[in-house]
């Protein structure tokens, strides 16, 4: 099942289990601006998102000034047509100009041990933010079980916070330490090696282009 269909589905019966419970408090306001700002960003007109939904101009004019509520089922349509995730549209945040998220909020993610590394989102960014600033915990040298490089779309910066590590970038290992920094393009292969036990930390901040 696609990622975006699974998360619409989830997204609905989590919504109808609120409602349910009586305590369901949507922010009509805060979808319709999310929407517009989506709409505006893909350059399509309110005409094109309502044809490409089967739906009204009117309502989605609506939608998008916080003047009706809509069915899940017709936000998922207009999520999918403008390209963004249904849970970000109902998650209840406005864009925000300043974003802060206390130590105490961020959660150390990894997929598996086969990663090589575990991370920090150090901000939850914005639909339409061009950088993602990341804390990267390097795995120690005897647990490490990675030795295939990434590649990705954005381009990388990174600052060693602790620690050090070899920085494998298209076929070259250079090393880094404790206050070094680095710039490259992410679709080249590359990798954080560790080098000891110690493990390292590293602030890599992702650009899309």
């Known amino acids: 099942m696609p990622v975006r269909e699974f998360c619409s589905i989830l997204c609905r019966k989590e919504l109808d289990l609120l ?4 305590r369901a408090a949507i922010n009509l306001e805060t979808i319709g601006q999310k929407l517009k700002q989506a709409r505006m960003k893909s350059k399509h007109t309110q005409q094109q998102v309502a ?3 089967g739906i009204s ?17 017709t936000l998922s349509k207009i999520s999918e047509a403008l390209d963004v ?11 925000t100009d300043l974003m802060i998220l206390p130590k105490t909020d961020r959660q150390m993610n990894a997929d598996d ?15 339409f ?3 993602e600033p990341t804390i990267v915990h390097v795995t120690p040298k005897d647990d490490n079980m990675r030795h295939e490089p990434y590649t990705h779309s954005q381009d990388e910066f990174i ?6 590590i070899e920085l494998y970038y298209d076929g070259e290992k250079h ?10 393009r992410g679709v080249k292969p590359h990798l954080f090696i560790p080098v000891d036990n110690d493990g390292a930390k590293v602030l890599t901040v992702f650009i899309d282009e």
């Open 19 to 22: 409602r349910r419970k009586g």
């Open 51 to 53: 044809d490409q939904c």
């Open 57 to 73: 101009k009117s309502l989605l004019s609506k939608i998008e000034n916080g003047q009706t509520s809509s069915a899940v089922a």
């Open 85 to 95: 995730p249904l849970s970000w549209v109902l998650d209840g945040h406005p864009e």
């Open 113 to 127: 041990e086969n990663m090589g590394y575990s991370f920090e989102l150090l901000a939850n960014r914005s639909r």
């Open 129 to 131: 933010s061009r950088i």
């Open 159 to 164: 600052y060693i916070v602790e620690g050090a």
């Open 175 to 184: 090393y880094m330490q404790k206050g070094d920094t680095g710039y490259f």
